[in-house]
C-alpha cells in the first residue's frame, strides 16, 4: 500500500509526490464496502448507482440529439461496444426509433470494463419500473438525481418527453468494432462509448464507414487519456496527471515499485485496455474527417472532482515543462476534461 508523502523518482532525477489518499482517492467515487478501489464490482444484483449510471446515459443521450435538431423517429440505432445492451434497449423503449442493434466482441465479466454476470432482462424491467415510478411521462434528472450522486457526470440533461414504446426489436451481435460490417445493414444513428478502449482507429472509423450512409449521426461519448482519469481506475497513479508526467518507461517501473502485487493486470489495463498508441481527440476528428464523418457537435464536461484535484499541479515542480516536453501538442481543454461528448455526421 501506497504511503502518504512517496515519492518516484524520474530517470532525469526529478522526485515526483505519490499520495493516494491526496491525488487519487479524492477524484475516484466510491466502490462496493470492502472492496479495493480498483476492484470491479463482484457478480450479484445491479445496484441503484448502476441503474441510474444507465438512465443519466440516455437521458443525455436523447438530450444532445434533442439539442442538434435530430429527429430519433423511425431510425435505427447501432451501439458499438454495448456490454449488457441496455442502452440501445432502453433508448429504444423511451424514444420513437424504430430498431437497435448492440454490439461487443466481450460478454459480461469477460473485459477489465465489463459488468458482473446478470440477467439482461430482469435489469432492463427493473430500470423501467423504475423510470415509471419516478418520472412517468418525462425524464426529468431531479427525479433521480440521487441515485447518481457517485457518478462523475456535470452533465444534467433537460426535461425529456418519453413514451414506453412495446414490441420493438432489440438484437446483440457479438462483434467487435473491427468486424462491424458483418451486420450488414446500415444505421441513422450510431453510438459508442467504448472507443478509449480501443486501438487502431483509423480501421474501426474505416469499418464504421462501411455501417453509415449520407445523414448518420456517429454520437462518441469518450474519456480522453489526457483527462485526470483517462488511465480509469485500474490503471490510474497516485501522482496528479501521473500517467502525462511519466513515460512509458517511467510508468512500468512505477508500477513495480507501488503496485507489485498488481503490476501485471495494471500493465495490461494500460497498454492493451486503453488506446494505444494514444490518441487525442484532435486526432480523432481528423481520422473522422479523413472518412466522410464532419464534426457536427461537440460538448466537454468538466469531471465533478475538479476542485478537489485540479490545484494539486501546484505540487509538482515543473509540471508544465514536462508535460510540454511529453506531449507538446496537448490541448488543456483534454487534460482538463471529464467526458467528451462528440458528435459526427456522414456526409
Ligand atoms: C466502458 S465499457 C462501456 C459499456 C457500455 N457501452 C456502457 O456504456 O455501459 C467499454 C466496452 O467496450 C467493449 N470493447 C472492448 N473492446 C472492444 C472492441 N474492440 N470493439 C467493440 N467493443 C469493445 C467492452 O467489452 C466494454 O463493453
Not at 460478454?107 to 432482462?121: A, I, M, R, V, Y
Not at 469499418?207 to 445523414?215: D, G, L, R, Y
Not at 490510474?236 to 512505477?254: A, M, N, Q, V, Y
Not at 484535484?309 to 506531449?327: M, Q, R
Request: net charge neutral; aromatic share 14%.
Amino acid at each position: 500500500m501506497t504511503l502518504k508523502n512517496n515519492f518516484f523518482i524520474k530517470d532525469n532525477g526529478q522526485k515526483l509526490p505519490v499520495s493516494l489518499n491526496d491525488y487519487l482517492l479524492p477524484a475516484l467515487s466510491p466502490t462496493t464496502k470492502g472492496t479495493n478501489y480498483w476492484d470491479s464490482k463482484p457478480t450479484s444484483d445491479i445496484s441503484k448507482d448502476q441503474l441510474g449510471r444507465i438512465v443519466l446515459q440516455v437521458h443525455q443521450i436523447l438530450d444532445i440529439f434533442s439539442s442538434l435538431g435530430v429527429d430519433l423517429n423511425n431510425k435505427n440505432f447501432l451501439d458499438i461496444g454495448t456490454g449488457n445492451g441496455m442502452i440501445p434497449r432502453l433508448i429504444l423503449e423511451l424514444s420513437g426509433l424504430a430498431y437497435s442493434i448492440g454490439s461487443d466482441p466481450f460478454l459480461d465479466s469477460e473485459h477489465s470494463t465489463s459488468w458482473q454476470k446478470h440477467d439482461h432482462n430482469k435489469t432492463l424491467i427493473e430500470i423501467k419500473k423504475f423510470i415509471d415510478l419516478k418520472c412517468k411521462n418525462f425524464l426529468d434528472f431531479n427525479k433521480y438525481s440521487k441515485i447518481t450522486e457517485y457518478e462523475n457526470s456535470t452533465f444534467i440533461p433537460k426535461k425529456i418527453e418519453i413514451f414506453e414504446q412495446k414490441e420493438k426489436n432489440y438484437r446483440f451481435e457479438n462483434l467487435g468494432v473491427h468486424e462491424i460490417s458483418k451486420i450488414r445493414d446500415t444505421f441513422d444513428i450510431i453510438y459508442c462509448k467504448a472507443l478509449e478502449h480501443i486501438s487502431n482507429w483509423e480501421d474501426a472509423f474505416s469499418e464504421i464507414s462501411k455501417v453509415s450512409k449520407k445523414n448518420t449521426y456517429f454520437y462518441i461519448k469518450h474519456r480522453s487519456f489526457f483527462s485526470y482519469l483517462g488511465p480509469h481506475r485500474y490503471s490510474s497513479i497516485e501522482i496528479p496527471w501521473g500517467h502525462l508526467l511519466l513515460t512509458d518507461h517511467e510508468f512500468k517501473r512505477f508500477i513495480s515499485e507501488f503496485h507489485e502485487n498488481r503490476m501485471v493486470e495494471m500493465d495490461r489495463f494500460y497498454f492493451n485496455d486503453l488506446t494505444y498508441p494514444r490518441k487525442t481527440v484532435s486526432d480523432m476528428i481528423k481520422i473522422a474527417y479523413d472518412r466522410g464523418f464532419y464534426l457536427h457537435g461537440i460538448k466537454i464536461e468538466p469531471p465533478k472532482y475538479r476542485e478537489k484535484v485540479f490545484g494539486k499541479i501546484n505540487d509538482i515542480n515543473n509540471f508544465w515543462l514536462i508535460l510540454k516536453t511529453n506531449f507538446p501538442s496537448l490541448n488543456l481543454e483534454e487534460m482538463f476534461s471529464g467526458i467528451y461528448h462528440i458528435v459526427f455526421k456522414k456526409v
